[in-house]
């Protein structure tokens, strides 16, 4: 048929085919599972971000991925560190103290963005959190898996 041979692409496959901003690698397993899911579900919530952000989405679909990652921020922190104090990890006030200060970014950043979406810095705030949590994981999320891994 004619016809068929001139469809339009789909607009998924244009999405797609934006390279990752963040891609998940080996390197930022820890060694607990429970963890190292979460990390990589943040990783995909992040991409999803960027690519929303980057792939010319509507306003509200951009609005709706940074509202779910900034929802799953909060919740994997309370998840670790309910694994944290299960496991009696002697540092845990120090690594919430560190999980309470990117919480409060992101309350700022939820405000700044409510407040004015338009002239919102998402670059900024994208190589903020991901420049913070590599960090994160690679440091301290580590110390913790290797305290837990030795007990
Ligand atoms: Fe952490």
Redesign the pocket.
Same mark, same amino acid.
């Given at each position: 048929m004619l016809g068929l041979s001139k469809r339009k692409p789909v607009a998924g496959a244009a999405r797609d085919a934006v390279a990752p901003f963040l891609p998940w690698s080996e390197k930022y397993r820890v060694g607990n599972e429970a963890?190292d899911n979460d990390h990589h579900r943040l990783f995909e919530l992040i991409n999803q971000f960027h690519a929303a952000v980057h792939g010319g989405q509507a306003p509200r679909v951009v609005k709706a991925t940074l509202e779910e990652l900034l929802d799953y921020v909060r919740q /994997?922190?309370d998840r $670790?560190?309910k694994i944290?104090a299960l496991a009696r990890y002697p540092d845990l006030a120090r690594?919430r103290e560190?999980?309470a200060r990117l919480r409060r970014a992101v309350a700022a950043t939820e405000m700044s963005y409510q407040v004015a979406a338009r002239i919102f810095d998402f670059t900024s705030f994208l190589s903020f959190l991901q420049s913070w949590l590599t960090k /994160?994981?690679l440091v $301290?999320?580590r110390k913790?898996a290797d305290f837990a891994g030795q007990s």
């Open positions: 963890i /994997h922190f $670790e560190e944290m690594h560190m999980h /994160h994981i $301290e999320d913790f």
